[in-house]
């Protein structure tokens, strides 16, 4: 069955702490992959996305990830966390673009200690 | 900019009732989406549509209706509400595709005493 997998519930950070947040799909083929940020109290907000090409795309605030086909991965990275990036992380998969839904991840918490 | 609208924000109500939770975008986006959260599952996906008048079921569809006669609203019925329902819903939209990026309303918190 399609499956996303988010292997950390809950990460605790320093400021200034890196961050690589796991993210594995289940499915070998087409698949567009996109991670989504939910700030405490407010809706999902996208970070990235990946469709193709270049497999390290950029996002917002600094986010950063990784397509590795070969390990069916899309991990998060951001090489500097402050306070402000407190949040749930979902990582998202399409699977079989326009005739696939979008499939979520449980969902990773991230607290970034002052 | 409004986005998408939910409303009520916050809604209680008893087993067996019915409760429609209601979504409005103000994008003209074709494609719109309900999901319900939950602590350990993330989100799933109970309806979407393509356009007015196009529905279909998404993973978790049962004890839900949904209707779109017009673009712009997209509202979620719980014909007869019972306590599993308890949860966060969230409506979501997308200019065209259920593979493009989707844009979240705030969310509905719904708790069925």
């Known amino acids: 069955a399609q499956s996303v997998s988010q292997h950390n519930h809950h990460v605790i950070l320093s400021e200034a702490a890196s961050l690589e947040l796991g993210c594995n799909y289940s499915?070998?083929?087409?698949?567009?992959l996109f991670w989504y940020v939910q700030y405490p109290g407010q809706h999902l907000q996208l970070l990235l996305k990946?469709?193709?090409?270049?497999?390290l795309v950029k996002g917002i605030k600094g986010f950063e990830a990784e397509f590795i086909k070969s390990k069916f991965s899309f991990n998060l990275r951001k090489p500097s966390v402050q306070w402000s990036d407190t949040a749930e992380y979902f990582c998202?998969?399409?699977?079989?673009?326009?005739?696939?839904?979008?499939?979520f991840g449980k969902g990773t918490k991230l607290s970034v200690k002052p | 900019d409004a986005g998408i609208t939910q409303s009520p924000r916050y809604k209680i109500t008893e087993t067996g009732r019915q409760v429609t939770l209601m979504c409005h975008q103000t994008?003209?986006?074709?494609?719109m989406f309900w999901y319900r959260q939950d602590l350990g599952h993330g989100l799933r996906l109970i309806y979407y549509?393509?356009?007015?008048?196009?529905?279909d079921k998404g993973e978790v569809p049962d004890g839900y209706v949904v209707s779109r006669s017009k673009t712009e609203n997209f509202p979620l019925t719980l014909e007869s509400a019972t306590r599993s329902q308890t949860s966060v819903y969230f409506c979501?939209?997308?200019?065209?595709?259920?593979?493009?990026?989707?844009?979240f309303g705030d969310g509905t918190r719904l708790s069925i005493l």
């Open positions: 979501a939209s997308s200019v065209q595709g259920r593979e493009q990026p989707q844009h």
């Open positions: 499915y070998g083929g087409t698949v567009n």
């Open positions: 990946y469709f193709s090409g270049d497999p």
């Open positions: 998202a998969v399409n699977y079989g673009g326009s005739q696939g839904n979008l499939i």
């Open positions: 994008w003209s986006h074709s494609y």
């Open positions: 549509s393509a356009a007015a008048d196009i529905t």
